[in-house]
C-alpha cells in the first residue's frame, strides 16, 4: 500500500512517499479480533506528528514509520469479534489507545491509562492507505460530514474539551485567553470557550490571524509578531490584557506555547485564576514567579487528550454543526512532505488534511 513514511528521524525533509506491507490480515495473532480494517480517506497533520519525526525521549520509532494520529474513511473490513459496524460504514477515529484494564481506564479516566498510547506515535498512523484499529476507537460520521472535515477534529477537539471543560471546569460568563490561537487545538478551544459562554481573549500573530481568530469568536485578539526595526518590538501580551480587563486579568489561560510565555501567562491570570497546559512548542522549562501562584491562589492544570466519553460528548459537538473544524489546506498524500513542512513553517490557521485515494 502506499503510505508517507520516515526511515529516520529529521524534519520534513525525511518524508518521502513509498510502497509498504499492508496491516497483516485481521485473523493475525498480533491483531485482536475487535479490530477493524480501514480504508483511509483523509488525516491530518498535529504538531506531534513533528515532535515524532524528531524524536521524542523514551520513544523508540519502528523504522520505517507512518505518522498520523487522526484520520477517517470507510470500514474495509471487520474482526471476527466486531458487532455493529461493516464494510462500507463512513466512520472517524480516535487516535487514543488504551487497554481497558487499568485503575485509570476502570474509572472511565482512559486519557490516563498506564499503556496510553497513541496512533502516529507509538504505532504506525494514517498517512497511509490502509490501517487496522480497534472498533472501539470508531465513531460513525453523518453522511453530511465530508472525510476532510472528519479528519480534522478527533485530537484538537478532544484535547481542548478536557482541558476547558472537564479539567478547567469553564464556567459561562468567565473569561479565557488562548495563546497561540492559529494552532489546530488552540481554534478548537476558541470556538468551545464561545459555545460554553465565555468570554475569549487570544494572542496569535500577524493581521490575517488576528482577523480570523475574531471571526471564530474571540472579542480581543492580540497580535504577538514581532515589528520590523527600526519599531520597537511590541510589549509583552500581558500588558495588553492587563489594560482589556481594567486591571483584573483572566479566569483560564489556555496554553501550549510553554516556556517563552509562561511568566507573561502568570502576570494575566486573575485571582483564582487556572492555568490549563497541554503542551510546550518553545520548551517545557518555564521559569514561574511562585509568589503569583500563592498570593493569587493560582492552578497549574495539565491535560493531555481526553476520555472514551469526553471525547463522543465533543465528537457529538461537531457532528450537530455546533463545532465546526477549521481547515487549513488540503493535501494529496503523495505532497506529504509539504503538508509537514507547512506545518513546521507555522504558518498554517486550522488544520493540514491530506486526502488519501480519489
Ligand atoms: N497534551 C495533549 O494532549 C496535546 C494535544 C494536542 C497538542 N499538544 C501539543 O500542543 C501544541 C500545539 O499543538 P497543535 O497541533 O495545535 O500545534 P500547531 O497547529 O502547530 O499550533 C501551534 C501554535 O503555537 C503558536 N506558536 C508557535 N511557536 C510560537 C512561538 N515561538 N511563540 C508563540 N507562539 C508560538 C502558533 O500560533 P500563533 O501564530 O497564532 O501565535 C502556532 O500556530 C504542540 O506542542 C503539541 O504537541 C498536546
Ligand atoms: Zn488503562
Redesign the pocket.
Known amino acids: 500500500m502506499k503510505a508517507a513514511i520516515a526511515r529516520k528521524h529529521g524534519g520534513p525533509e525525511v518524508i518521502e512517499i513509498a510502497d509498504v506491507p499492508p496491516p497483516p490480515p485481521l485473523s493475525h495473532p498480533s491483531l485482536s479480533p475487535d479490530s477493524v480494517l480501514l480504508a483511509v480517506r483523509a488525516a491530518a497533520l498535529?504538531?506531534?506528528d513533528l515532535?515524532v519525526l524528531r524524536g521524542l525521549p523514551g520513544l523508540e520509532l519502528d523504522f520505517p514509520h507512518i505518522g498520523g494520529a487522526d484520520m477517517a474513511g470507510t470500514v474495509a473490513e471487520v474482526g471476527a469479534g466486531v458487532e455493529g459496524f461493516a464494510p462500507g460504514d463512513r466512520v472517524l477515529v480516535n487516535p487514543g489507545l488504551w487497554d481497558g484494564e487499568c485503575e485509570w481506564c476502570l474509572k472511565g479516566e482512559e486519557s490516563l491509562c498506564q499503556s496510553y498510547r497513541i496512533l502516529g506515535e507509538h504505532v504506525n498512523g494514517g498517512f497511509a492507505e490502509l490501517i487496522a484499529v480497534p472498533a472501539r476507537n470508531l465513531l460513525p460520521i453523518p453522511d453530511d460530514l465530508t472525510f476532510v472535515e472528519a479528519a480534522a477534529v478527533p485530537?484538537?477537539y478532544q484535547?481542548a474539551w478536557r482541558g476547558l471543560m472537564r479539567r478547567a471546569a469553564l464556567q459561562a460568563g468567565e473569561t479565557v485567553l488562548v495563546?497561540?490561537?492559529?494552532?489546530?487545538?488552540?481554534t478548537a478551544a476558541i470556538q468551545i470557550a464561545r459555545h460554553a459562554g465565555a468570554t475569549v481573549y487570544a494572542?496569535?500573530?500577524g493581521s490575517e490571524?488576528v482577523r480570523r481568530v475574531r471571526e471564530l469568536g474571540a472579542e480581543h485578539v492580540i497580535d504577538?509578531s514581532e515589528a520590523s526595526p527600526p519599531s520597537p518590538p511590541p510589549p509583552p501580551f500581558s500588558e495588553a490584557v492587563w489594560k482589556l480587563t481594567g486591571k483584573r486579568g483572566v479566569d483560564v489561560v489556555f496554553d501550549?506555547?510553554g516556556a517563552?510565555?509562561w511568566s507573561d501567562v502568570m502576570r494575566v491570570l486573575a485571582k483564582n485564576g487556572r492555568l490549563v497546559t497541554?503542551?510546550?512548542?518553545?520548551g517545557a522549562d518555564a521559569q514561574i514567579n511562585i509568589r503569583h501562584v500563592f498570593w493569587k491562589q493560582l492552578q497549574i492544570i495539565g491535560?493531555?487528550?481526553a476520555s472514551r466519553s469526553e471525547f463522543e460528548q465533543v465528537m457529538s459537538l461537531v457532528f450537530a454543526k455546533k463545532l465546526e473544524p477549521v481547515i487549513d489546506v488540503v493535501f494529496p498524500l503523495e505532497r506529504a512532505r509539504e503538508a509537514y513542512e507547512r506545518?513546521a513553517s507555522?504558518e498554517?490557521f486550522g488544520k493540514i488534511i491530506l486526502t488519501v485515494g480519489d
Open positions: 498535529n504538531h506531534l515532535w485530537l484538537a484535547t495563546t497561540g490561537a492559529s494552532g489546530g487545538v488552540a494572542v496569535t500573530s490571524n504577538r501550549s506555547v517563552a510565555i497541554y503542551g510546550a512548542t518553545t491535560t493531555t487528550m506545518l507555522g498554517h
